[in-house]
């Protein structure tokens, strides 16, 4: 499995940007895909997932309401787009995978279960 992100760079607060991960290699029907990021000297977090069957999505509540993930099958490629971006949000960002859907919830995402694929990270940097 290869993940790919990009689409990190520098914006002001309040700006937007949206992260791409183009996947290859998931060979199952059933997974979940998403984002962690990591902000320096502090620990990675789970910022968003969704199923690849029923399209369930988990958002963390620090990024809920301003970030939306999505996903273009025949692209074989998911999207955060990041909205009303905040300094607090300046991090590197990872795509990831697990090959058990559920643990794309607020329980298992959090604590990485399952992850058995990570994508090299891009940087997001929020500065005026």
């Known amino acids: 499995v290869q993940l790919q992100a990009s689409g990190g760079g520098l914006v002001p607060p309040g700006g937007s940007l949206r992260l791409s991960c183009a996947h290859s290699?998931?060979?199952?029907?059933?997974?979940?895909i998403g984002w962690f990021r990591q902000a320096p000297g502090k620990e990675r977090e789970g910022v968003s997932c969704?199923?690849?069957?029923?399209?369930?999505?988990y958002y963390a509540d620090s990024v809920k309401g301003r970030f939306t993930i999505s996903r273009d099958n025949a692209k074989n490629t998911i999207y955060l787009q990041m909205d009303n971006l905040e300094p607090e949000d300046t991090a590197v960002y990872y795509c990831?995978?697990?090959?058990?859907?559920?643990?794309?919830?607020?329980?298992?995402?959090?604590?990485?279960?399952?992850?058995?694929?990570w994508g090299k990270g891009t940087q997001v940097t929020v500065s005026s």
């Open positions: 990831a995978t697990t090959y058990v859907a559920q643990h794309c919830s607020a329980f298992g995402w959090v604590r990485e279960y399952g992850i058995n694929h």
């Open positions: 290699g998931l060979v199952l029907d059933s997974y979940a």
């Open positions: 969704m199923t690849s069957v029923g399209s369930h999505t």
